[in-house]
T-cell receptor, first 111, second 111 residues
Framework: DGGITQSPKYLFRKEGQNVTLSCEQN?????MYWYRQDPGQGLRLIYY???????QKGDIAEGYSVSREKKESFPLTVTSAQKNPTAFYLC??????????FGQGTRLTVV | RKEVEQDPGPFNVPEGATVAFNCTYS??????FFWYRQDCRKEPKLLMS???SGNEDGRFTAQLNRASQYISLLIRDSKLSDSATYLC????????????FGAGTRLFVKA
């Protein structure tokens, strides 16, 4: 079955530590997106990529980095520069001008 | 001004009520439109696409008004299970596609 997979489902980070969230899709979609969601809030765009080896900053890119070396994969690194990283992170993949498919999300907590 | 705006609510309605949500978009290059449903602590899932001629799926009706740049979602005969956050989504074509999510409208249906 085609789909989009995020891992891990839960992640704990110590202050000052970088962590990487995985997002993999086998839908052959060109575009992939990362969103952050805080409790009771909407989705905020972190980064998106419309094609391999290219990506653009979203509204809240500071403290995050991404890579898109393969069509199937769009990992997100939360760096130590992100001062308030505790949130629910959602990855989506989209074929041009169609609906978005989401992974099940990663809950990141700073301990 | 945000590219996609929704009334955050919450909307509190009794079972059986009819409720309507609106979503406005600011970019005239907006090309396709969707409504998503998000349950608490879950990923958003596609509820329905929005077509120019309007479309209906059971108790749900979606409409698009390009002249006024808004889309709407009407829920008839509300059920307790309709309680969720409803997100409007717009695909914008500015040389490359970009997907923008509204912040969502929370709905609580009460017995």
């Amino acid at each position: 079955d085609g789909g989009i997979t995020q891992s891990p489902k839960y992640l704990f980070r110590k202050e000052g530590q970088n962590v990487t969230l995985s997002c993999e899709q086998n839908l052959n979609h060109d575009a992939m997106y990362w969103y952050r969601q805080d409790p009771g809030q909407g989705l905020r765009l972190i980064y998106y990529s419309q094609i391999v080896n290219d990506f653009q900053k979203g509204d809240i890119a500071e403290g995050y980095s991404v890579s898109r070396e393969k069509k199937e994969s769009f990992p997100l690194t939360v760096t130590s520069a992100q001062k308030n990283p505790t949130a629910f992170y959602l990855c989506a993949s989209i074929q041009t001008d169609t609906e978005a498919f989401f992974g099940q999300g990663t809950r990141l907590t700073v301990v | 001004r945000k590219e996609v705006e929704q009334d955050p609510g919450p909307f509190n309605v009794p079972e059986g009520a009819t409720v309507a949500f609106n979503c406005t978009y600011s970019n005239s290059a907006s090309q396709s439109f969707f409504w998503y449903r998000q349950d608490c602590r879950k990923e958003p899932k596609l509820l329905m696409s929005v077509y120019s001629s309007g479309n209906e799926d059971g108790r749900f009706t979606a409409q698009l008004n390009r002249a006024s740049q808004y889309i709407s979602l009407l829920i008839r005969d509300s059920k307790l299970s309709d309680s969720a956050t409803y997100l409007c989504v717009v695909n914008i074509n500015t040389g490359g596609f970009k997907t923008i999510f509204g912040a969502g409208t929370r709905l609580f249906v009460k017995a």
